[in-house]
């Protein structure tokens, strides 16, 4: 009688997985968490970046030498800056007197100039030694420019009200404007017949102004 063999029934097991693969397995969390922070970092970088490019930049190594001021770069950073006039330098070297606090005349106010662009256009306004004005500014080719401005209508007289009309003026003959970055910082705007108007950087101006003469009207008119 014939001896029949019994295959034995021995489990046949999966093969074991790869120590690679289960490198793979174990490192793809890892990755993704990094990829996450990566992510969370960079766009926190570009959000520091686009605070600091709001504002005009600063060189504070003082033995450097000073920057061209009318290069036509630094006219495009004027938006959203404010200037009083410090300075008003005629074409033949002579100053021009400026209106300005002193023992004398405690209430008066410097001559300023405010750009924003905060409604979404770029506005001017400021006071102009007598009245408050205002009007849309450009920022082309290196130049700071004007349309025409309104103002209010007060009378006034001392130091403000002779130079305002001036100053009006001189804002609608600019040949050349130019900034310097390195504190303080400044503005300069040279007139079309030489003259030099320079303004120092500084904070937000107040609102209110002067107060009218008695029967002065408080009606805008263009400012002439």
Known sequence: MPISQ?????????????????????LRPARGEFARKLASRTAMLAAALLVCACKLPVHTDAS??????????TTQLLDNTHWQLVEWKRA?????????????NPDARPITLDLSTESGQR????F??????????TLKNGLLSFGQLGGTRMACIGAGGDIEGAYL?????????????????????????????????????PGAG??????????AKPAQ
């Open 169 to 205: 003026e001189a804002l609608s003959h600019i040949a050349r404007s130019g900034v310097q970055m390195r504190q303080p910082q400044s503005l300069f705007l040279v007139l079309e017949n030489g003259d030099r108007l320079t303004f120092a950087e500084q904070g937000a101006e």
């Open 64 to 73: 450097a030498p000073l920057p061209d001021p009318f290069n036509p770069a």
């Open 92 to 104: 033949d070297g002579t100053m021009r007197a400026l209106p300005g606090r002193n023992a004398e």
């Open 123 to 126: 506005r001017a306004s400021g």
């Open 6 to 26: 019994t295959a034995s029934q021995t489990p046949i097991q999966a093969p074991s997985q790869s120590p690679r693969m289960n490198m793979r397995q174990r």
């Open 210 to 219: 002067p107060a009218a003469t008695p029967g002065a009207a408080s009606d």
């Open 128 to 137: 102009s030694g007598c009245n408050r004005y205002f009007g849309a500014y």
